[in-house]
C-alpha cells in the first residue's frame, strides 16, 4: 500500500529559485492539505483541497501555489524560494465526506534554502 | 475558532513507568479526536482515534477516552518502552471538515 507519496525527500534550493513539491495519493482520497513543520511551532496548514478543481489557503499560504487537477496529486510550488522557507514538509490527505476520518501522512520533503 | 492545546514537552521518563500526555480542545458540536505518532525523520502516523464521547481509542498499549464534559483527550500508556521514543501530535476534525493540531510533546524513555 502506497498511501501518500511525497517527492523529494531532501531538496537544497538557492534564495529565488523556483521548485515543485510534489504529493500523490492511491486512497481516491477527496481532501488533500500541505503542512510544514517547523521546530516548536508544530503544523501549520499552507493549503488545502477539498476535491479535484477547488483549492483554498490555510493559515500560512504566501510565498506557495497549489492546484488540484486530478483526485489523486496536490502539487506545491515555490514561487520565489526565501530562506524563511526552510522546513519540513508534509501531504496528507482523507476522505472527505465522513468527518470522523484522520488524515494520511506522507514522510515529508526536508527543504533548505540557502 | 476550534484549537487544540496539549501539554509542553519535553518529557522524559525511565522504562516502564506510566505515562500521560494532557490534551484539551476547543470546538463545536462534536469533533473527532486523535493521536498521532511521529518517529525521527518520519511522517505523523495515527496511533489511535475517537468518534464521539466516552469512546475509548486504543493501540499498541496506549489509551485515550473522549471525554466532552471537560474537553480533554488525554493519552496515557501504563508502561513505556525506549521504543515509544517519539512527538506525540493530539488533532481533531470538526463538524467542518477542518483539521487542527496540537504543538506536540516529544517523549524520551531512557533504560
Known amino acids: 500500500n502506497a498511501g501518500v507519496t511525497q517527492t523529494p525527500k531532501f531538496q537544497v534550493l538557492k534564495t529565488g529559485q523556483s521548485m515543485t513539491l510534489q504529493c500523490a495519493q492511491d486512497?481516491?482520497?477527496?481532501?488533500m492539505s500541505w503542512y510544514r513543520q517547523d521546530p516548536g511551532m508544530g503544523l501549520r496548514l499552507i493549503h488545502y483541497?477539498?476535491?479535484?478543481?477547488?483549492?483554498d489557503q490555510g493559515e500560512v499560504p504566501n510565498g506557495y501555489n497549489v492546484s488540484r487537477s486530478t483526485t489523486e496529486d496536490f502539487p506545491l510550488r515555490l514561487l520565489s524560494a526565501a530562506p524563511s522557507q526552510t522546513s519540513v514538509y508534509f501531504c496528507?490527505?482523507?476522505?472527505?465526506?465522513?468527518?470522523?476520518?484522520?488524515?494520511?501522512f506522507g514522510d515529508g520533503t526536508r527543504l533548505s534554502i540557502l | 475558532g476550534d484549537s487544540v492545546t496539549q501539554m509542553e514537552g519535553p518529557v522524559t521518563l525511565s522504562e516502564e513507568a506510566f505515562l500521560t500526555i494532557n490534551c484539551t480542545y476547543t470546538?463545536?458540536?462534536?469533533?473527532?479526536l486523535f493521536w498521532y505518532v511521529q518517529y525521527p525523520g518520519e511522517g505523523l502516523q495515527l496511533l489511535l482515534k475517537?468518534?464521539?464521547?466516552?469512546d475509548k481509542g486504543s493501540n499498541k498499549g496506549f489509551e485515550a477516552t473522549y471525554r466532552k464534559e471537560t474537553t480533554s483527550f488525554h493519552l496515557e500508556k501504563g508502561s513505556v518502552q525506549v521504543s515509544d521514543s517519539a512527538v506525540y501530535f493530539c488533532?481533531?476534525?470538526?463538524?467542518?471538515?477542518?483539521?487542527?493540531f496540537g504543538t506536540g510533546t516529544s517523549l524520551t524513555v531512557i533504560p
Open positions: 475517537a468518534t464521539k464521547a466516552d
Open positions: 496528507a490527505s482523507s476522505q472527505g465526506q465522513r468527518s470522523n476520518q484522520p488524515q494520511h
Open positions: 488533532a481533531l476534525r470538526d463538524t467542518g471538515n477542518q483539521f487542527y
Open positions: 486512497m481516491n482520497h477527496e481532501y
Open positions: 470546538a463545536t458540536g462534536y469533533p473527532s
Open positions: 483541497s477539498v476535491g479535484a478543481g477547488i483549492t
